[in-house]
T-cell receptor, first 116, second 116 residues
Framework: EPEVTQTPSHQVTQMGQEVILRCVPI?????FYWYRQILGQKVEFLVS????????KSEIFDDQFSVERPDGSNFTLKIRSTKLEDSAMYFC??????????????FGAGTRLSVL | AQKITQTQPGMFVQEKEAVTLDCTYD???????LFWYKQPSSGEMIFLIY??????QNATEGRYSLNFQKARKSANLVISASQLGDSAMYFC?????????????FGTGTSLTVIP
């Protein structure tokens, strides 16, 4: 069964460093998303991406964050200068294109980011 | 106001019994989708079931069913014949509107423990 894959599964970084989290969405999906989940809290939306541009972003997604689809398969989240409060599980998700009724978002297994 | 409310932080159920996990939602959009996800201790988010706001019948997927009460704005997940592998966090989520790329709003989750 097709799945969303995320790498790495765990990333440890020093405060102030840049990190790039990688995702390979399901191949025929057109919408891509990043969410984060701080330990013990609910899942929060960061950004959605369609047709090579951001379609929606939350107030969490400030200038420190950026997303990119560098090629036909990868979707990345970059955090330019990490802060302690960026420590969280980051989930990538993807969904089918428009004109689909359900638009179920399928999630990857997550990348646990630890900022020291 | 919270878009999704899950009032049960933790639930216990005997193996082979049925259990209901509560979810209420808040939206003024007549078109929306409701989703349930399972998050085992390994961390991934697994899609379980979908209910559309215009669906006339309650959704079912194997042992999972959704008790959709539109007037009460509730979308409770019913798991029948619980198994030990059902022990996990369960999240209710909502997408407002018909746009494919719209964000999902998640609740705080319910931790389900299945007792042998």
């Amino acid at each position: 069964e097709p799945e969303v894959t995320q790498t790495p599964s765990h990333q440890v970084t020093q405060m102030g460093q840049e990190v790039i989290l990688r995702c390979v969405p399901i191949s025929n999906h057109l919408y891509f998303y990043w969410y984060r989940q701080i330990l013990g809290q609910k899942v929060e939306f960061l950004v959605s991406f369609y047709n090579n541009e951001i379609s929606e972003k939350s107030e969490i997604f400030d200038d420190q964050f950026s997303v990119e689809r560098p090629d036909g398969s990868n979707f990345t989240l970059k955090i330019r200068s990490t802060k302690l409060e960026d420590s969280a599980m980051y989930f990538c998700a993807s969904s089918e294109g428009p004109h689909r009724t359900k638009n179920i978002q399928y999630f990857g297994a997550g990348t646990r980011l630890s900022v020291l | 106001a919270q878009k999704i409310t899950q009032t049960q932080p933790g639930m216990f159920v005997q193996e082979k019994e049925a259990v209901t996990l509560d979810c209420t939602y808040d939206t003024s959009d007549p078109s929306y989708g409701l989703f349930w996800y399972k998050q085992p201790s390994s961390g991934e988010m697994i899609f379980l079931i979908y209910q559309g706001s215009y669906d006339q019948q309650n959704a079912t997927e194997g042992r999972y069913s959704l008790n959709f009460q539109k007037a009460r704005k509730s979308a409770n997940l019913v798991i029948s014949a619980s198994q030990l592998g059902d022990s996990a966090m369960y999240f209710c989520a909502m997408r407002e509107g018909r746009e494919a790329g719209n964000q999902f709003y998640f609740g705080t989750g319910t931790s389900l423990t299945v007792i042998p």
